[in-house]
């Protein structure tokens, strides 16, 4: 029963460039959330979807940032024109239904060069 | 959103010592969590307790809803357990997380 997959684990981009973070939700869950973490700070959310549908996107960024839960494969989210103060650690997490015990992935850690 | 506090911001304990966190929110939620992020900056469910008391091995957790805190209880505390606890609650779509508190357990 394999946990909520991300990849890559690590990425490097530099100014300019895009980043794509993908997650694989638990088996059986169709939501999923999008949280970042700066350093030595908590999680801030970002973005909460369900297949096909964003559900609350009041965490994200207006500009370079997008998110989308296809029906099929992972979510993915999407950083255009990265800037350097787009580092941080990105999680993703699923749970089965809204408002139920969430688990989190192992994290992206995005560093932007 | 919701305020949350957690304290004490920083906790350095003896290997065996028993240590009690707190966590303060500002409104009513429908879902509280208790993570540990470890040193490799996993996320590590502890609890899911929107309401009373659980207990897994030298941890337990009690939420007072209506009084808007929570308790993480760890006892003996071993090395294993240093790394950041985090508290978050959660209301409508979202989880609202406190800044979390940085415990080091020495040998």
């Known amino acids: 029963n394999a946990g909520v997959m991300q990849n890559p684990r690590h990425l490097v981009r530099r100014r300019g460039q895009e980043a794509r973070l993908r997650c694989s939700p638990m088996?059986?869950?169709?939501?999923v959330y999008w949280y970042r973490q700066l350093p030595e700070e908590g999680l801030k959310f970002m973005v909460y979807l369900q297949k096909e549908n964003i559900i609350d996107e009041s965490g994200m960024p207006k500009e370079r940032f997008s998110a989308e839960f296809p029906k099929e494969g992972p979510s993915i989210l999407r950083i255009q024109q990265v800037v350097r103060g787009d580092s941080a650690a990105y999680f993703c997490?699923?749970?089965?239904?809204?408002?139920?015990?969430?688990?989190f992935g192992q994290g992206t850690r995005l560093t932007v060069v | 959103g919701i305020q949350v506090e957690q304290s004490p911001p920083d906790l350095i304990l003896q290997e065996g010592a028993n240590s009690t966190l707190r966590c303060n929110f500002s409104d009513s939620v429908n879902n509280l969590q208790w993570f540990h992020q470890n040193p490799w900056g996993q996320l590590i469910n502890l609890f899911y307790i929107p309401s009373g008391t659980k207990q897994n091995g030298r941890l337990s957790a009690t939420t007072v809803a209506t009084e808007r805190y929570s308790l993480l209880y760890i006892s003996s505390s071993q090395t294993t357990d240093s790394g950041v606890y985090f508290c978050?609650?959660?209301?409508?779509?979202?989880?609202?997380f406190g800044t979390g508190t940085s415990l080091t357990v020495i040998p």
């Open positions: 978050a609650v959660g209301t409508g779509n979202q989880f609202y």
């Open positions: 088996k059986g869950h169709s939501h």
């Open positions: 997490a699923s749970s089965p239904l809204s408002r139920t015990e969430a688990f």
